[in-house]
């Protein structure tokens, strides 16, 4: 019997972020010769954001495993539906049931510092009003996002944000993609970004194989790239 062809992580970032974040965890999944991609995510909504993610999956050769970090687990979940994504990771993450907003998983919990120190500004859409997007502030950015990151790396990471449009925490999901797909999960324990518990919550309810690092912030993908990396790899081990 031939064994499957190993699957491609297909790595999306989340919000504040790009796919710069995911640079020492691709170094290690390389080094084991795991195939990766790690696209661009929009960050202008969740529908429209996991179509994208979707279609990236879509077009590559052979099977897929899906990892979201924060946001890009929401985006996972709906994207993850794709025919031939055959797991789901998710790392220090959203995992929204199908119908479910981000802000409505959230707020089963006591609110992250995240939430106060949010940053609004206005972005053009064609042939409409002004949308509005988020970032983190500045001087929040270290201690929220990135408290176990080297002070002068986290400056670099506060001015290089990409911003999240804030419709993205009220759209629902449109699907559940865990319900179908095995699924892993890495929670974050010190994160400020996202209540640990709601990642917790999500990866109980998903049934996912649960990792739990004490200390970790949510930046665990720069902060903690070996462990990240193995969780993945033991994803990709158990779909090929």
């Not at 504040?16 to 795991?34: K, T």
């Not at 206005?122 to 408290?147: L, Q, S, W």
Request: glycine share 8%; charged share 20%.
């Amino acid at each position: 019997m031939t064994a499957n062809p190993t699957p491609t992580a297909v790595l999306v970032h989340g919000a504040f972020a790009d796919a710069a974040s995911w640079n020492g965890v691709v170094a290690e999944l390389q080094g084991h010769g795991i195939p990766v991609v790690a696209p661009p995510n929009p960050l202008r909504g969740l529908a429209c954001d996991a179509a994208y993610i979707a279609s990236v999956a879509a077009q590559i050769e052979g099977p897929v495993v899906l990892v979201g970090h924060s946001y890009g687990g929401a985006l996972i979940s709906v994207a993850g539906t794709a025919e031939n994504v055959v797991g789901l990771v998710y790392i220090a993450a959203y995992v929204p049931e199908e119908g479910e907003s981000l802000g409505e998983l959230q707020d089963r919990f006591p609110l992250s510092p995240l939430v106060s120190n949010l940053k609004e500004a206005t972005y053009p859409v064609r042939d409409g009003e002004p949308a509005v997007e988020v970032t983190i502030r500045a001087e929040a950015f270290p201690e929220i996002f990135a408290a176990d990151v080297p002070a002068d790396v986290t400056k670099v990471l506060a001015v290089t944000q990409r911003p999240l449009a804030s419709s993205a925490f009220t759209e629902t999901a449109s699907a559940a993609a865990w319900k179908t797909k095995p699924s892993w999960a890495l929670v974050a324990a010190a994160d400020q970004a996202i209540n640990p518990d709601v990642e917790r919550f999500g990866a109980k309810r998903a049934g996912a194989t649960i990792v739990e690092l004490a200390g970790a912030s949510h930046a665990v993908a720069v902060s903690r790239p070996r462990e990240v990396a193995e969780l993945i790899r033991d994803a990709v081990r158990a779909t090929s």
